[in-house]
């Protein structure tokens, strides 16, 4: 009997941008507008708030390739799917958003709502926290990690899963730049590694 050997894995690629961002990455017409683009319409309450930022691998060089995607509550901290705030939720938020890196800069970035508290398992309250996703090449499955916001620090030094980590809490804030402004930079390796979970 001869041995077989292990045929090559696939990682992320450009297969990506054409499937679920296809305007992105030229080929129009395929949607009005890539979905998940736009999560908060005309009259969606709450503030208005600007996610950005960038990722980062292990040697400290950006991504450009990457494809980023977000959910979270509404400004009320209701989700629009779950049975139970169906019909409460703002019907003018999505709760979710996706968005490919700038393929120059790798920023991405996501105009949005800042989310309201939501309830933890146990019954406390979560910080405000926006739930991320990433893929791109060379990234085998899936990366999630949280953004929580640096102005929200009673909040968060409360909130149930921010009070289980050590130092590298720290890696999960947005820093505030402005009105409304936030940026969250990714670190995939080496330090001040972004904290990820595995759910």
């Known amino acids: 009997m001869s041995e077989l050997s292990e045929s090559a894995s696939q990682t992320a690629g450009p297969y990506v941008h054409v499937g679920l961002v296809p305007n992105r990455a030229g080929l129009a017409g395929v949607y009005p507008e890539d979905l998940g683009a736009v999560m908060a319409r ?4 709450g503030e208005r708030i600007t996610l950005s930022g960038r990722i980062f691998d292990g040697t400290g060089a950006v991504l450009r390739d990457a494809l980023v995607e977000i959910w979270q509550a509404d400004a009320a901290g209701l989700y629009p799917s779950p049975r139970e705030t169906r019909g409460r939720a703002d019907p003018a938020f999505a709760g ?3 968005c490919a890196c700038d393929f120059e800069t790798g ?3 996501f105009e949005t709502v800042k989310p309201g508290r939501t309830p933890f398992r146990d ?3 979560m910080a405000p926290y926006v739930a991320m996703w990433i893929v791109a090449r060379g ?3 899936g ?4 953004v929580h916001f640096e102005d929200e620090a009673e909040a968060n030094a409360e909130d149930p899963v921010l009070t ?3 130092a590298r809490a720290r890696t999960l804030i947005a820093k505030k730049e402005g009105p409304g402004a936030y940026r969250f930079d990714v670190r ?3 330090e001040d590694e972004t904290v990820f979970f595995d759910v």
């Open 139 to 141: 990234i085998n499955l």
């Open 123 to 125: 019954g406390r309250m």
């Open 42 to 45: 005309e009259g969606a309450k």
């Open 143 to 146: 990366l999630s990690t949280r």
């Open 96 to 98: 979710w958003g996706r």
């Open 188 to 190: 995939l390796q080496g």
């Open 107 to 109: 920023e991405y970035r």
């Open 164 to 166: 289980r980590l050590d």
